[in-house]
């Protein structure tokens, strides 16, 4: 996957990885809006991993999944 750090992804600012699985890498971000930390997850969307995650999954490199730090 890509390093997403230092990058912006909509609102959210990456700052450091927390954590990377199987299926997903987990960052720690800077919501912009909410002008708050979060933990962003990243689902991988590879070719097979996909299947249990919908079209949108399909469509998109990345998903995110926003949690309040």
């Known amino acids: 996957m890509t ?3 230092g990058q912006s992804l909509g609102r959210y600012h ?3 990885q927390l954590g990377e699985g199987g299926m997903a890498t ?3 971000a800077f919501d912009t809006r909410l002008e708050t930390d979060v ?3 990243v689902i ?3 070719e097979g991993i996909v299947a249990g995650y919908g ?3 399909k469509s998109t490199r990345w998903r ?3 949690r309040l730090w």
């Open 44 to 46: 991988r969307a590879e």
């Open 64 to 66: 995110l999944i926003p």
């Open 3 to 5: 390093n997403l750090i």
């Open 39 to 41: 933990a962003v997850k």
């Open 55 to 57: 079209e949108y999954a």
């Open 26 to 28: 987990v960052y720690k």
């Open 14 to 16: 990456i700052l450091e």
